[in-house]
């Protein structure tokens, strides 16, 4: 059996593949295993299937040329906009929640999809309209951004319409987004935190509605201020989370030993807060040694995306590295006790497939884009956009 041909197919396969990037995903997806294994070890064997998937996607999606993705970019965000409408009028409501759509043979999350459909209509829009990109271009890249993000928080579903908002956005500030309209969006952040801080006591008061927020938003909100408002209810969360992380120390309870943990008073402790049980079991080295490899990991990724030799790759692949940043910002501040909690789990390690996959899909685009070549821009499709 002649093995050349198949060694050859492997070699062009490898070529656009990133070793060390693709190192960092199995160091986290090891880790992920190790923590599982205290958390929940029932669930270890399905989150092998998970991690299979989510490798396959990468590297599949890796193969695809760039060029093909950005073709594809106004087809998948249409369809993803269709989805999420569906969702809102056939969609199966779970936990005061309408997020999913059954089609019989699948049941699917749409709004999944718009974190990668998003900032790649977005980078699209951007890379064709370069030559001429005025201020209006930007107010246009937010309606864009603004319909698919209005559709999710309508579900409701604030974790995803954050992550949606923050990979859109990175593409708005890698294209050119004025310090003139940043400053102000942050300057009212700023004012808006700050009077919550004030006036927190009064405007968490149960008689007081929040504009464009459902109750149980607000209550985490609340919660965040002044958790033992209710340390036995919407307070729990919080409480054990900060009680299972203070009490890692510096070194950690050890493998397996960590009380809170073991004892299920940290709730959700395979998906959400599994920050927490790491933190207890290996403590502050062992906190800080994820960090350090998330690290390794966005700079990695930061550092491809700007090899990416059309600028719709160079925004895709600053979408992904920013979006990878949010999900490990968002998780372990929530987890901390710094921000409210809101469903986003943290990237490579949580239990769950849907977010796992999505990421590393990502990871694939952003490898696609770099591994562009020259030669290849002179594609019919590519020309005048790289």
Known sequence: MNLMPWLAVLKRMGRRWDPPLIACVLLFFAGGQVVLMSAS???VDSLWLHQILALTALLAAAQVPFRWWFRLAPPLYLVGVLLLVAVLLFGETAKGATRWLDLGVVRIQPSELMKLAAPLMLAWYFARRRQSLAWWDHAVAFALLAIPAALILKQPDLGTTILVVA???FVLFFAGLSWRLIG???LALAIGVGALLVQGDRWCQPDVAWPMLHDYQKQRVCTLLDPERD?????FHTIQAAIAIG???VWGKGWREGTQSQLSFVPERHTDFIFAVLAEEFGFFGAAA?????ALLLLRGAWLAARSPSWAGML?????????????FVNVAMVSGML??????LPFISYGGTALVTLATGLGLLLSAAAESAPERGFSAWRGVA
Not at 231 to 235: A, D, E, I, R, V
Not at 290 to 294: G, I, Q, T, V
Not at 316 to 328: D, I, L, N, Q, S
């Open 167 to 169: 990979a859109g956005g």
């Open 340 to 345: 409210p909690v809101v469903g986003v789990p």
């Open 41 to 43: 070890p029932e669930r």
């Open 316 to 328: 895709m692949g600053g979408a992904v590295v920013g979006t990878t940043f949010v999900y490990a």
């Open 290 to 294: 994820l960090l350090s490899a998330y």
């Open 247 to 249: 009490s890692g120390g």
């Open 184 to 186: 102000p969006l942050v």
């Open 231 to 235: 340390p036995l209810g919407k307070g």
